[in-house]
């Protein structure tokens, strides 16, 4: 085996020098982690899931017009993507109340909220993701106005579009995280959705029972991590190859 150059290394991810200039391999690891790391462990077979759950919606979202980084699915654990610049905010779509607002604002779990709410985080595994607003985000220079109006409406497309599918397989997407990237053309630069959708950042939770699809079962020790998961790839239609 060749031995590719290790770009980035993150807590569920690992992204490699891709073989064309301009791309990546997204490695999807088995690793666990919640509260910025201090809880570990491993799932068996979660990346394999997240991978084909991920190439799944963003196969999707590019079917739609919504532009991202996913190229093609090499194999079980990694996809080929297109390089971009991540830039440093964590966008929070929240349908219904569940998680960190929760807790910040005192509101109890399972609420629907009166609309959609988006939030931003800057990025910072030092500092906990700490929730900023648009004047943040601008005067710091993580992203212009543009660019931050050009995020929203590609944000509130991507939340309409995964509430309707998700609806139609039975389960509610209560929240989820995305992150978006400059990708470089020339002079030419445009802000596409990258990173992973899958329930590693979305919590869903089935329509009928509210069980959860997702994280929460690890962050929360229920237990049937992986089964969950496998759930959800199945009522995609998409379950991976054994
Ligand atoms: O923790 P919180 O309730 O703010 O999370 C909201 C949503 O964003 C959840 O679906 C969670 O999985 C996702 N998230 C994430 N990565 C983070 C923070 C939140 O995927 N660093």
């Keep these: 085996m060749t031995r590719r150059r290790r770009v980035y290394e993150g807590k569920a991810k ?35 899931l997240n991978n084909r759950i991920s190439e799944h919606l963003m196969t999707k979202l590019s079917d739609i017009g919504i532009h991202n980084h996913f190229i093609r699915r090499l194999n079980m654990r990694e996809q080929l993507i297109k390089e971009v610049d991540i830039i440093p905010v964590e966008v929070i779509v929240r349908n219904v109340a569940a998680g960190s607002i929760c807790k910040r604002l005192g509101i109890a779990e399972g609420t629907p909220l009166p609309r959609t709410i988006v939030e931003y985080c800057f990025k910072s595994d030092e500092l906990n993701d700490p929730i900023v607003s648009e004047e943040h985000i601008t005067a710091f220079g993580w992203a212009n106005p543009l660019e931050l109006d050009d995020i929203m409406s590609q944000t509130l497309r991507v939340n309409d579009f995964l509430l309707g599918l998700f609806t139609a397989i039975g389960i509610r997407l209560i929240d989820f995280k995305l ?49 969950a998961y496998q759930e ?11």
Excluded: H
Aim: aromatic share 8%; hydrophobic share 35%; net charge negative.
């Design 179 to 227: 992150e978006f990237g400059r990708l470089y053309d020339g002079e030419e630069v445009q802000i596409i959705l990258a990173d992973e959708i899958s329930p590693d950042n979305c919590r869903l939770w089935d329509a009928t029972t509210d069980k959860k699809l997702d994280k929460d079962r690890f962050r929360r020790d229920l237990g049937g991590v992986e089964d």
């Design 14 to 48: 690992v992204l490699f020098e891709g073989p064309e200039p301009g791309t990546l391999v997204q490695y999807f690891k088995d690793d666990a982690t919640a509260f910025n790391g201090e809880k570990k462990s491993t799932v068996t077979g979660k990346g394999v």
């Design 232 to 242: 959800v790839a199945r009522r995609l239609g998409i379950m991976p190859e054994s």
